[in-house]
């Protein structure tokens, strides 16, 4: 397992820090508001589990899972709905968790789709994101860590499912997943 590991980019420590801050941006800015964060399944839930830890306000959790990656390290572009929300979304402020925004369509996709729903507010809030990768223009609300065109790995993110429960945000070596990106 380590020796699947090129670098660890982000710290266990770091991430910690940044999620703290995170967590006191979003309580400040929702105070009073009927808050659901929308958790994004699976790469989500890690961030999630530590964010919501750090949010001080009352809230809703509830889960979406989409999935566009498949086995491999490169976007089908498709995004399917595999699971959807339990809860009716009309009188609240949705607030989006995901790991990761790298081609940005799986957002969009989501952003669009909770849109129509007719909530009273949507943002968007990621522990990663991924700019020169951008396929589609789309707007992040909270960002924990602006990252260069690495594929990575854990704390939620994974390679073919392997991986997510390291504790580091980590460079995946090429060779594992024989360099095609
Ligand atoms: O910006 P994009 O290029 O759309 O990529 C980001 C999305 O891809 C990953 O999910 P994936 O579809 O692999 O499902 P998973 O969360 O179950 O790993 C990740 O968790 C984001 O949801
Ligand atoms: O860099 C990544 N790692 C894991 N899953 C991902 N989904 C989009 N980008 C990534
Ligand atoms: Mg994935």
Redesign the pocket.
């Known amino acids: 397992m380590q020796d699947d590991i090129a670098e660890v980019l982000v710290s266990a420590a770091e991430i910690k820090k940044r999620v703290k801050e995170m967590g006191a941006a979003i309580s400040r800015d929702y105070a009073g508001k009927d808050l659901l964060v929308v958790g994004?399944?699976?790469?989500?839930i890690i961030f999630l589990a530590d964010l919501v830890r750090e949010i001080t306000i009352p809230l809703q959790l509830d889960f979406m899972?989409?999935?566009?990656?498949g086995a491999g390290t490169t976007?089908s572009g498709a995004?399917r709905i595999l699971k959807d929300l339990e809860v009716p979304v009309e009188d609240k402020h949705l607030l989006i968790v995901?790991?990761?925004?790298?081609?940005?369509?799986?957002?969009k996709y989501l952003l669009e789709n909770l849109k129509a729903r007719k909530p009273l507010s949507v943002r968007s809030c990621t522990i990663l994101d991924k700019p020169e990768?951008r396929?589609v223009d789309v707007h992040v609300d909270y960002s924990g860590f602006s990252i260069p065109d690495y594929f990575v790995v854990g704390y939620?993110?994974?390679y073919a499912q392997k991986y997510r429960h390291l504790p580091d945000i980590c460079v995946l070596k090429p060779e594992v997943y024989n360099g095609q990106r």
């Not at 994004?40 to 989500?44: C, H, P």
């Not at 995901?98 to 957002?107: F, K, R, Y």
Request: proline letters at 0%; charged letters at 20%; aromatic letters at 4%.
């Open positions: 994004i399944l699976k790469g989500a899972a989409v999935s566009s990656y976007t995004v995901e790991d990761i925004v790298d081609t940005g369509l799986t957002l990768r396929l939620g993110l994974d």
